[in-house]
């Protein structure tokens, strides 16, 4: 059984840099065809896909938010991270990691529990 | 881009009730559709993909329906454990959820 688990910290200034690591267990990032995907969502609002990236290191990003973001993979700790950049509050949301296949239909099918993020000086 | 629009936004049922819960694409997505289901303080679950394939484990009393623009998740008979909100989901392109769905007990 898959498992993810966010971590990083949960609160960050303005301007800053938001990292977060997820943390994949019970299989290997790097078996079978799969996305590693980012989603956040703020409180009591929806969905918001953030990015992906596949084990070789291809990514695709939300344009809406391509150019603050950079997601990496790290293949030997079976991990992968987000760093968003220049945070306003409007960032503040709890940030899920997934994984998505890379076959149709490309579902979400396994998450992590949530990181909750407060972006506040 | 390709929008979604899920409704209602908000549903009020009871136990043992069937309850309909629509998501249209604003251009044809084929069959590229996904239903997910959210719990307070939960990562959401999915619940059907690919527009009607229910995913293991989700009780059978879950259904989908639908393909081109206009999609449907049917619960045919409510039971307390239900009681969430509904997302779909587009994967046609850039992956984008609906606005959600809150189902609340009556």
């Known amino acids: 059984q898959v498992q993810l688990q966010e971590s990083g910290p949960g609160l960050v200034k303005p301007s800053q840099t938001l990292s977060l690591t997820c943390t994949v267990s019970?299989?290997?990032?790097?078996?079978?065809?799969?996305?590693w995907s980012w989603i956040r969502q703020p409180a009591g609002k929806g969905l918001e896909w953030i990015g992906r990236i596949y084990t070789s290191g291809s990514t695709n990003y939300n344009p809406s938010l391509k150019s603050r973001v950079t997601i990496s993979v790290d293949t030997s700790k079976n991990q992968f991270s987000l760093k968003l950049s220049s945070v306003t509050a409007a960032d503040t949301a709890v940030y899920y990691c997934?994984?998505?296949?890379?076959?149709?239909?490309?579902?979400?099918?396994?998450w992590g529990q949530g990181a909750l993020v407060t972006v506040s000086s | 881009d390709i929008q979604m629009t899920q409704s209602p936004s908000s549903l009020s049922a009871s136990v043992g009730d069937r309850v309909i819960i629509t998501c249209r694409a604003s251009?044809?997505?084929?069959?590229?559709l996904n239903w997910y289901q959210q719990k307070p303080g939960k990562a959401p679950k999915l619940l059907i993909y690919a527009a009607s394939s229910l995913q293991s484990g989700v009780p059978s009393r879950f259904s989908g329906s639908g393909s081109g623009t206009d999609f449907t998740l049917t619960i045919s008979s409510l039971q307390p454990e239900d009681f969430a909100t509904y997302y779909c989901?587009?994967?046609?392109?850039?992956?984008?959820f609906g606005q959600g769905t809150r189902l609340e007990i009556k």
């Open positions: 251009q044809s997505i084929s069959s590229h």
């Open positions: 989901q587009q994967s046609y392109s850039t992956p984008l």
């Open positions: 997934a994984r998505v296949g890379d076959f149709f239909p490309y579902y979400f099918d396994y």
């Open positions: 019970g299989g290997s990032i790097s078996s079978g065809y799969f996305y």
